[in-house]
T-cell receptor
Framework: GAGVSQSPRYKVAKRGQDVALRCDPISGHVSLFWYQQALGQGPEFLTYFQNEAQLDKSGLPSDRFFAERPEGSVSTLKIQRTQQEDSAVYLC?????????????FGDGTRLSIL | AQSVSQHNHHVILSEAASLELGCNYSYGGTVNLFWYVQYPGQHLQLLLKYFSGDPLVKGIKGFEAEFIKSKFSFNLRKPSVQWSDTAEYFCAVTSGGATNKLIFGTGTLLAVQP
């Protein structure tokens, strides 16, 4: 496709369940980012991949959050033992290169609700 | 740590009114600045960006922004808004270093009344 694709669009889970969110970046994009957007807030950085290498995971809020990009294209964000405070929209973005003036292209996000 | 402040959380304007949304950032070094827009039900889209050169940058749909280094500001402007400009607007800065992660403001929700 032409843009960043995320699935599912909506996910409802019970507290304590594990969830997996998928991101399919724009073909050929080297850099991939995950952000978390809470209600009424701007997106906040979670983690960054350059190809398959996870170069920055400083934004992951706890060790329950795990991300991977094994072949340098599709990425998965996994949240284990979900808690209510994990409810948010999770955004994926990709950019062509790894220099700072490359704009990031965003997907529609996955809205996660933890009951 | 870097931060971005957007002073207007909600703005309501009538069509044809002029728009200015404030954005201030806290970082003394070289910055790359962005405005993103999110229309209802759509994903974040790049409106305009500043990397270097002319501090007045023009984006899509008649928007422009001015980088004022001495004020650490990057305000968004449009001379005459339309109903279709109703959206949420986010100012963002890249952090520099190896990651180039975006640091966003909290956003401004703009409602344009016909």
């Amino acid at each position: 496709g032409a843009g960043v694709s995320q699935s599912p669009r909506y996910k409802v889970a019970k507290r304590g369940q594990d969830v997996a969110l998928r991101c399919d970046p724009i073909s050929g994009h080297v850099s991939l980012f995950w952000y978390q957007q809470a209600l009424g807030q701007g997106p906040e950085f979670l983690t960054y991949f350059q190809n398959e290498a996870q170069l920055d995971k400083s934004g992951l809020p706890s060790d329950r959050f795990f991300a991977e990009r094994p072949e340098g294209s599709v990425s998965t964000l996994k949240i284990q033992r979900t808690q209510q405070e994990d409810s948010a929209v999770y955004l994926c973005a990709s950019s062509f290169g790894q220099i700072s003036n490359q704009p990031q292209h965003f997907g529609d996000g996955t809205r996660l609700s933890i009951l | 740590a870097q931060s971005v402040s957007q002073h207007n959380h909600h703005v309501i304007l009538s069509e044809a009114a002029s728009l200015e949304l404030g954005c201030n950032y806290s970082y003394g070094g070289t910055v790359n600045l962005f405005w993103y827009v999110q229309y209802p039900g759509q994903h974040l889209q790049l409106l305009l960006k500043y990397f270097s050169g002319d501090p007045l940058v023009k984006g899509i749909k008649g928007f422009e922004a001015e980088f004022i280094k001495s004020k650490f500001s990057f305000n968004l402007r449009k001379p005459s808004v339309q109903w279709s400009d109703t959206a949420e607007y986010f100012c963002a800065v890249t952090s520099g270093g190896a990651t180039n992660k975006l640091i966003f403001g909290t956003g401004t929700l703009l409602a344009v009344q016909p």
